[in-house]
């Protein structure tokens, strides 16, 4: 765990970053488990984008963890930054660890009805929310596919999620 000054948000690195670049950095590069602590301290402390709390969201949704996931959401609404496509994408792939499809969709559906397109990745949550609720959902897996490749998206993008979906 890296050591912090209290005023490290406001210090400047010697190549002119501020702290809350320098954490941003961190977030994306090396991001370690004891480096989470930091990254969440310096979060709820800073003025950061929404590519910062994204990129700590993703590394919660890669465990599987809905409830931090949804927790560093909560604190960017508060902080009064909007979410993008990509946070709503990281929360489907979190729900998708856990096969949670109805989640998934439901997302989905609610972009959809406010005219936000959803993007490859939601339908590889999908996907992949199919593939680890008991039993998976093969049917449902495939029409997402079906319908990833007619909304335009490339199915090479799409076939390793689906392979593990449906036990290929």
Do not use: W
């Not at 190549?15 to 961190?26: Q, W």
């Not at 959809?112 to 929310?129: C, E, G, M, P, R």
């Not at 199919?130 to 495939?142: K, L, Q, T």
């Amino acid at each position: 765990m890296f050591s912090v000054p209290l005023d490290y948000l406001t210090c400047r690195s010697s190549d002119g970053l501020e702290g809350k670049d320098v954490a941003t950095m961190m977030l994306r590069e090396h991001l370690r488990r004891n480096d989470v602590t930091l990254a969440e301290i310096l979060l709820s402390r800073g003025d950061f984008g929404v590519k910062a709390y994204n990129v700590l969201m993703n590394h919660y949704a890669v465990e599987g963890n809905v409830l931090k996931v949804s927790a560093t959401l909560d604190l960017m609404l508060s902080r009064g930054i909007l979410p993008t496509p990509v946070t709503y994408a990281t929360m489907c792939k979190a729900m998708a660890f856990h096969g949670n499809v109805d989640q998934v969709v439901s997302i989905m559906e609610v972009l959809q009805s406010d005219k936000i397109d959803v993007n490859v990745y939601f339908y590889s949550a999908l996907i992949a929310a199919c593939g680890n609720c008991s039993p998976p959902d093969v049917v449902r897996a495939e029409y997402g596919f079906k319908e990833a490749v007619f909304k335009g998206f490339q199915p090479e993008r799409l076939v390793k999620v689906l392979s593990r979906a449906v036990g290929g």
